[in-house]
């Protein structure tokens, strides 16, 4: 593991919650960061562009007068997800406003660009790049990132195909610098496992779309706690790139979840007509079988606590 920046001091447990598209909101994010890990939220969900300022305005001053409240616990730092690529005609506005509300972390996602890392280092923010193999890793850090995500096998979202023992394994024989795993990981003795394949951090979405602050239905939030593994599809139908979505809103929305056809890569969307379109389509990753109950973000990391350190205390460590 390497030596983490100081943006990472106040976490009490090495996660990163994930930016869940349409899903992640200022009250979960604010829930996350006070719970000790890293709350995130794409800045795309804030619909319309005017909406992000509020929402960094009140996540900001939120947990700016939380940290106030608890110095001797601070909240853990918050991370804006930008999708970087060219469907995404709002990244310079929402860029603007991450610099403005100094927003801590910034995660980008589908492209890398000197200029948005760029922005976030006028302000001594770092950046965090998605990445699927080596190959984007490297290209990810040659364009300024300071660190990386790497999106395994079984992530919820635009989830990889690699290995994490390979991906891990591969990126580590030449960076040092901050990595967190992603990929079907749901309880606090993962979390440890991904601390074993030398990540610095977890990275947890599909099981905080089961939490009370969580921006999904109830009947998401349910399909969450009754899903396993096996109710999960790999496709690239819904936004031309591949991702994991949940087998029952498929067939919900009148598909054969085993016979979808294939997307064109070239047509990616991430906001307008064609992601209307799917909207009732779930996301989520293989590791929604630990997943038995709604919960508060609160009790769901304290739960990843005690597993965390239960795990610890069995291998002595």
Known sequence: MSKLPPVFQNLSLPVIGAPLFIISNPKLVIEQCKAGVVGAMPALNARPAAQLEDWLAEITETLAAYNLAHPEQPAAPFAINQIVHK??????????????????????????????????????????????????????????????????????GHAGVKSPFALMQEIRQWFDGPVALSGAISTGTAVLAAQAMDADFAYIGSAFIATEEARASDAYKQAIVDGNSDDIVYSNLFTGVHGNYLAPSIRAAGMDPDRLPESDPGKMNFGGDKSKAWKDIWGCGQGIGAVTQVQSAAAFVAQLKREYSEARQRLAL
Request: aromatic share 4%; glycine share 10%.
């Open 87 to 156: 469907s995404n005609d709002r990244l310079e506005h929402d860029m603007e406003l991450c610099v403005k509300y100094k927003v801590p972390i910034c995660i980008t996602s589908l492209g890398a660009r000197e200029d948005i890392n760029t922005a976030a280092h006028s302000y001594g923010g770092m950046v965090l790049h998605d990445i699927i193999n080596n190959k984007f890793a490297h290209k990810a850090i040659e364009k300024g990132a300071d660190g990386l995500i790497a999106v395994a096998a079984g992530a919820g």
